[in-house]
């Protein structure tokens, strides 16, 4: 990949920045998509696995389906006509460059937004939130309703610098949100984010810089610690469980028992994840096996099957982790970080908590509340797995619609 | 893999096996080594962990030395030549082709010894013992301590079948083998093992066959109740343990926290799609076992420094046969298959000798060895070494069979 960049004042000045912000470009070549669907058609298979279910991890006959669509009909260069369309820019902050989409709102009074995706998200899980963010009007809002949009990708993600030295924690990486708001002339914005975005905007909630009026999080870190430490030890629901809570109890403890292999190797081994840099399927698998609920959607996608994304919105991140080369540069945040996921974390600031049935643990009200003292706005939805943006887009607007309307 | 395979009622006699044990040799095609080759070197490569040392995992510098050596001067097919030199078999147990290398001693009253590999290894881990056991008056031994000698690989690992269907754990592998040992006409027989080895060797023990005499372990994963307790709780560690003991807990806790290689192999190991696809990403897994061969395998392909009898060619020799075979999925597997725990008091009454490692991951106290294997023959605590023993102190390791086994004959 290269990227075209410049330091261009009207630029900054069009997009209501300062300098040191620079535009951004990305430009594949032509040869780097044809080496891709190479390499993809030159894949050499493991056998079938021995069950014929998913226990065993990634099915072949699913990642086989994705291939075979991935070396032949899929188009790179739609999602990249659709991000072209958007303004980038590149700024470097504490010593790295940070890659970031910055959308203005027409409507005067919109409220400052960052949105931060998470592992195995990028830029590309937000595309489908911008408009209707940041043009209410036009998607059924109104103009009270309006967002100035900042979505940056994380360090060692998408566009932005790859780390060559440790310590690019969340905890530094909520810093350089603030640092980014202010650098882009926000004095009063709010945080959204999802799986690490989540654990960033809770970082940021903790931290509460200046200006930060609230976070709205669709993976709460809000699992009572003592829950949170029985499920992760496997131990029965303690009693006194009410029937939500105790779903929610058996949900993460699934996942726990179940599907944190590959958060361990990241967390301890992501230098040993060569095959994820060398070899597109195995890429490709070690992205879909992120959850067993949103793995059984993207089964069901690549089956014919009508989900909240297409096969494209699927093979448009992964190609996009293929193409940027992150995959192992990414996988060291899980290195990064020592605290929790999904225990509460002192956030006292307002918060707006979005929950979807298929996540890693559906977050109850009750918790929510506990782990929230300022609760500004709670809602359980009806469908939805781990990656909001990316699949339940209209239920994660409203809800930053909704929840933040009393902060304005 | 292409393998030259006949049913020979002759080759089957001259082994002393039944017939349906077909002649087996390894050959590769040409095309093979030169795909892996041309992977190899198209190799896309992550940048330089962000830290100086082995704490993110198996670091560029070294992938990138294994690779270049790989590519260019390594040549497979001196081993495979090794392979060829000793009779190799097949023949179909519970449903499955088991590969193994039978070889026998001239001398009448060897002892019949079944010899079990681990992963990530491979009879090419056994290759430098076949000789000093099979031929003890050439190494140094006496005639009294010959052993006639079976190297079976294990299922879904080298040349041996691939399960289709779930069900082939170390249980029913230490069943096979008894299997295979009777099939040969051996009525009494030893077994040997480490890592996976080990469990199949322990579990062999546990079922105890009359035909099995005893079993040496070099790794013997012996363990009281209470400790295995407390280690998979990730509590502390039960009151009264003595120095040695709390060495070996300690040893124990570490590993339970950094195996996240195991951990993922045992979740989902279908997922492991690099593995089949990417040479490096094989190979790196593979080097990823434990922290004390790691940094032996970093200093003998960085530095140049040597690892007791293992050579870069070993090293490759092995993770070669994992690639051509394509096994790195299947071998995987083996983690989900076992459900039972990895420190455990196996209460095994068949008589046990046990050699004890320095760089093994853990060093098993006396104390413990002793309750695990109520008829304890054997033990030793060896100067050097480590988990891949007999790969890397072949002499110490045959010595101790030789030792350990003196009793039974």
Sequence with gaps: MTAKTETMTDVAREAGTSPGIRRFQMNIPEAELVELRRRIKATRWPEKEVVADDTQGVQLATIQKLASYWGSEYDWRKVEARLKALPHFITEIDGLDIHFIHVKSKEKDALPLIVTHGWPGSIIEQLKIIEPLTNPTAHGGSAADAFDVVIPSMPGYGFSGKPTTNGWSPERIARAWATLMERLGYQRYVAQGGDWGAVIVDTMGVQAPPGLLGIHTNMAGAIPAELNAAAFAGAEPPPGLDEEEKRSFEHVSFFYKHGLGYALEMGNRPQTLYGIEDSPVGLAAWIIDHDIWTYRQIARVFDGGTEGFTRDDILDNITLYWLTKTGVSSARLYWEYHGAFFAPKGVKIPVVVSAFPEEICPIPRKWAEQAYPKLAYYKRHPAGAHFAAFEQPQALVDDSRAGFRSLR | ?409
Excluded: C
Aim: charged share 20%.
């Design chain 2, 1 to 409: 893999m292409t393998a030259k395979t006949e049913t020979l009622r002759d080759a089957a006699r001259k082994t002393g096996g039944g017939s349906d044990i077909r002649p087996f040799q390894v050959s590769f095609p040409e095309a093979d080594l030169t795909d892996l080759r041309r992977r190899i070197k198209a190799t896309r490569w992550p940048e330089q962990e962000t830290v100086a040392d082995f704490s993110q995992g198996v670091q560029l510098a070294l992938t990138r030395k294994v690779a270049q050596y790989w590519a260019t001067d390594y040549d497979w097919r001196k081993v495979e030549a090794k392979l060829n030199s000793y009779p190799n078999f097949l023949t179909e147990i519970d449903g499955l082709d088991i590969h193994f290398m039978h070889i026998r001693s001239k001398h009448e009253n060897a002892l019949p010894l079944i010899v079990t590999h681990g992963w990530p290894g491979s009879p090419i881990e056994q290759l430098k013992i076949i000789d000093p056991l099979t031929n003890p008056t050439a190494h140094g031994g006496s005639a009294s301590d010959a052993f006639h000698v079976v190297i079976p690989s294990m299922a879904g690992y080298g040349f041996s079948g691939k399960p289709t269907t779930p069900g082939w754990d170390p249980a029913r592998m230490a069943r096979a083998w008894v299997e295979l040992m009777k099939r040969l006409g051996y009525n009494r027989f030893a077994a040997q093992g480490g890592d996976w080895g080990g469990f199949v060797t322990n579990l062999m023990a546990q079922q105890a066959p009359p035909e099995l005499i005893g079993i040496h372990v070099n790794f013997s994963g012996a363990a009281p109740p209470d400790v295995a307790k407390a280690l998979q709780s990730g509590g502390p560690p039960p009151a009264g343990l003595s120095a040695e003991e709390q060495r070996a807990y300690d040893q124990m806790a570490f590993l339970y926290q950094h195996v996240p290689t195991q951990i993922m192999m045992a979740a989902h190991p279908q997922t492991l799609y690099g593995l089949a696809d990417s040479p490096v990403a094989l190979a790196a897994w593979m080097i990823d076992h434990d922290v004390a061969s790691y940094g032996h395998i970093v200093k003998l392909f960085v530095d140049g420094e040597p690892y007791g009898d293992l050579t870069r060619d070993d090293i490759l020799d092995n993770i070669t046969l994992s690639w051509l075979t394509n096994t790195g999925v299947s071998s995987a597997r083996l983690y989900v298959e076992y459900k039972g725990a990895f420190f455990n008091d196996y209460k095994i009454s068949v008589p046990a000798a046990v050699s004890v490692f320095p760089e093994e991951v853990y060093q098993a106290p006396r104390s413990w060895t002793e309750r695990s294997y109520r008829n304890l023959i054997h033990f030793n605590e060896l100067p050097k070494g480590g988990h891949f023993a007999a790969w890397e102190q072949p002499q110490l390791f045959v010595n101790e069979l030789r030792v350990g086994f003196k009793s039974l004959r």
